[in-house]
């Protein structure tokens, strides 16, 4: 028996990341001479341009991709990022990690995390994350990549990459050009839909199509519009989840400058009084942005705090306007809404390409057939929105913990109401140091551990078992630990010398 009704076109409507992406998932994963995948790209409508820092899952698409990491690293002017470096979050002139893959190991079948509080709570003066191997990487601006087979004390620093997000679409285009995917240069002026609701034609203003058709037709369509969410908003209607009473911030100044001799293996977020600033190091250049409150701070002033804090600028700064939330639906009848047209949570943690990403490998795996059951789509959806919940409360914790009341900004933190979610999760950490157990929760329990202790909020009492392990052998475990992390870390590459290595291969 086959099935007729598989779907056999596909049309993408955006050529930002999330578009090529997208193609790149489908090609990699459909046969082309069965399956049509066409990409459109309007030529009046740029691309965002930011979406530069990434987390983990960004090597681990590359590789599902079977994409040579050196070979994509030399084309989009990437560097290595360990994780985040924040500064002024907690109070002025305090500093703290979130880095990636683990800090420290089970001891006695329990938590470091909860080793580490007993020591913290008796006056102990080891940070959390002096446990981290990427921190003690990244202190250095060191950087390698660990030889699977060789077992190093800095073996569990995972990592990710900042790069150029056009380099990175013109990568990714090229690559879904050699699987067959057919590129349309054109603008999207009308969609049309069928009896039954589903999306069937897209008009073009002009087209490069066989015949210069300007129309075009599909099994089914995927929204990667940006913020004009051309085909699930316009068109569909789906209404968008405002989040901005959650996470307020509304308005990003980016603008490029000069790198300085050392090049960062992390990314810097500087909280500022009326948001925070990045600076995502490139092989050529530094991004930088300050992502900030519109209620608090115009966009002359924001642009000022930009110019006085960054030397050298390359470009002029340019203001880019969000809206924190998600689409009520990212998936509708025929319609997959992918990247900023299926929401956003702002930048903080580097998570809008993990969403793209993981948008499209829910989707692989729940493909159906041209009838689109509302089985599947109610699956996906329900997926979907649990990613968010989880990194919207992530994003939430770094605000809501600071002890910042120097301005307007900062005080309304101190009152402004937080997720029911996040609030069960942080009543639950007060106690023991208890984290909220979700296995798909992106960021992972050390990530939730390097915020609480990053940011001073500790839990009234360490697990209660702790006590049966023995102290002083553990607290002496911790000073060799601590010790052999940090020699490690010296032995490794410069991370600008990695990168030339790596550049010249
Ligand atoms: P866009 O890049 O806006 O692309 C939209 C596409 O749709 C374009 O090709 C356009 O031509 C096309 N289009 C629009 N209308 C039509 C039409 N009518 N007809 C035909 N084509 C059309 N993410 C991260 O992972 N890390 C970060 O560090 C990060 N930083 C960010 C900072 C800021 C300030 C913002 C706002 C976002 C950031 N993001 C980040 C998110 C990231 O930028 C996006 O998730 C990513 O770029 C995907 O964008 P997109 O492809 O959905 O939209």
Redesign the pocket.
């Given at each position: 028996m086959q099935n007729s009704n598989a779907i056999q076109s596909f049309v993408i409507?955006?050529?930002?990341?999330?578009?090529w992406i997208s193609a790149a998932i489908l090609a990699r994963n459909l046969p082309s001479q069965n399956v049509q995948i066409t990409l459109?790209?309007?030529p009046?409508?740029?691309?965002?341009?930011?979406?530069?820092?990434?987390i983990p899952s960004m090597v681990d698409l590359l590789r599902y991709l079977k994409i040579p990491l050196d070979d994509f690293i030399q084309k989009t002017n990437a560097t290595f990022k360990l994780g985040i470096e924040f500064t002024n979050w907690l109070t002025l002139d305090h500093k703290y990690w979130h880095p990636f893959g683990h800090v420290g190991n089970h001891i006695d079948g329990k938590p470091f995390y909860q080793h580490w509080l007993k020591h913290h709570l008796n006056d102990g003066s080891f940070q959390f994350c002096d446990f981290s191997p990427a921190v003690h990487l990244a202190r250095q601006n060191r950087f390698f990549i660990q030889n699977t087979q060789q077992k190093t004390p800095l073996n569990d620093a995972a990592f990710a990459l900042h790069f150029d997000?056009t380099l990175v679409a013109e990568y990714l285009k090229q690559y879904c050009l050699k699987l067959g995917v057919k590129r349309v240069e054109?603008?999207?002026?009308d969609v049309i839909s069928d009896e039954r609701g589903f999306i069937s034609t897209l008009h073009l203003t002009h087209s490069n199509l066989k015949g210069a058709s300007k129309q075009i037709s599909a099994d089914f369509f995927i929204d990667?519009?940006?913020?004009?969410a051309?085909l699930i908003g316009k068109k569909l209607r789906i209404a968008y989840q405002n989040w901005q009473h959650f996470l307020p911030v509304d308005k990003?100044v980016?603008a490029q400058s000069k790198l300085g001799p050392n090049i960062p293996p992390y990314t810097k977020s500087i909280a500022e009084k009326s948001g925070w600033r990045?600076q995502?190091p490139l092989q050529n250049r530094m991004g930088n942005?300050y992502?900030f409150c519109s209620d608090f701070c115009s966009d002359e002033q924001a642009i000022e705090v930009l110019q006085n804090n960054v030397d050298n600028l390359l470009s002029e700064p340019r203001i880019?306007k969000?809206t924190t939330g998600k689409r009520e639906k990212s998936w509708y009848k025929n319609c997959l809404a992918?990247?900023?047209?299926a929401g956003?949570l702002e930048?903080l943690e580097?998570?809008?390409?993990?969403?793209?990403m993981k948008a499209m490998l829910n989707f692989i795996e729940l493909m159906p057939d041209k009838t689109c059951p509302a089985h599947n789509t109610d699956e996906f959806n329900r997926l979907m929105d649990n990613e968010f919940i989880n990194i919207r409360d992530f994003i939430v914790l770094h605000y809501c913990l600071s002890k910042r009341t120097d301005s307007a900004f900062w005080q309304m933190w101190q009152t402004l109401t937080i997720p029911a979610e996040l609030k069960q999760k942080i009543q639950l950490f007060e106690n023991f140091g208890r984290l909220y157990h979700n296995p798909q929760d992106l960021f992972a329990q050390d990530s939730w551990y390097a915020i609480y202790a990053g940011m001073g909020k500790n839990p009234n009492q360490y697990d209660p078992f702790i006590d049966f392990s023995n102290f002083p052998v553990i607290e002496k475990a911790f000073k060799q630990s601590y010790h052999l992390l940090l020699q490690s870390a010296a032995h490794a590459p410069m991370h600008n010398e990695f990168l030339q290595v790596n550049a010249e291969k």
């Open positions: 409507v955006g050529g930002g990341t999330a578009g459109i790209e309007s009046n409508v740029p691309t965002i341009g930011v979406g530069e820092a990434t997000a054109s603008h999207v002026c990667c519009s940006g913020q004009n051309l990003a980016v990045w995502i942005g992502v880019i969000f992918v990247g900023l047209s956003f930048p580097s998570t809008g390409i993990y969403l793209i």
